[in-house]
């Protein structure tokens, strides 16, 4: 079993930058698919951003321009470098690691966006 551990939430202003990380707790294979997803109160959990172990990148309409996606395979880490931070991407923020059937997720980030 693997253990996803986000880090680097809380407050920040709008137009402000923030940067979480997520932490395997062990040696993940770069097969593996790790995304950042965030569910904000009343609506459903969304994808925000993914990178393949090979460094293949997505990102979604609401964050392109504004959120890097990036990631350490030699520490099976991800990070999400989110700037130009907007009220609406407020929510908590998870990570996920993706392989065929096998699925992982970490405990969830609050990210709040506010003056």
Do not use: H
């Amino acid at each position: 079993q693997v253990q996803l551990v986000e880090s680097g939430g809380g407050l920040v202003q709008p137009g402000g930058s923030q940067r979480l990380a997520c932490a395997a707790s062990r040696n993940l294979p770069t097969i593996y698919t790790m995304a950042w997803y965030r569910q904000a109160p009343g609506n459903e959990r969304e994808l925000v951003a993914s990178i393949t172990g090979g460094g293949s990148t997505g990102y979604s309409d609401s964050v392109k321009g504004r959120f890097t996606v990036s990631r350490d395979n030699a520490r099976s880490t991800i990070y999400l470098q989110m700037n130009n931070l907007r009220p609406e991407d407020t929510a908590v923020y998870y990570c996920n690691a993706r392989w065929f059937r096998t699925d992982y997720w970490g405990q969830g980030i609050q990210v709040t966006v506010s003056s």
